[in-house]
């Protein structure tokens, strides 16, 4: 098991910006891209971006053009740039390597 570490969650008005990090504070599965979910109150648990271990990446339509996915794999951590943030962006934000997940990180957006 890899213990995955999230941060960077908050509140934010719409409109604003958010960058969450994961880190794996062990080593990672180099077999293994990097994905964050997100789950809204009452909703499914969600896709929301992934890359590849080749650097690939993939997003939800609904976050496509507004989030973007990266990794620092010297320093074994992930990241979700949110821009142009919108209330139905509120959830909390699961980060996924292989088979762990994160505990997850409340990102809220209100006026």
């Known amino acids: 098991q890899v213990p995955l570490v999230e941060s960077g969650g908050g509140s934010v008005q719409p409109g604003g910006s958010l960058r969450l990090s994961c880190a794996a504070s062990g080593g990672v599965r180099s077999r293994y891209g990097w994905d964050w979910y997100r789950q809204a109150p009452g909703k499914q648990r969600e896709m929301v971006a992934t890359?590849?271990?080749?650097?690939?990446?993939n997003y939800a339509d609904s976050v496509n053009g507004r989030f973007s996915i990266s990794r620092d794999s010297a320093k074994n951590t992930v990241y979700l740039q949110m821009n142009s943030l919108k209330p139905e962006d509120t959830a909390v934000y699961y980060c996924?390597?292989?088979?762990?997940w994160g505990q997850g990180i409340q990102v809220t957006v209100s006026s």
């Open positions: 890359i590849s271990t080749r650097g690939q990446t």
């Open positions: 996924k390597h292989d088979i762990d």
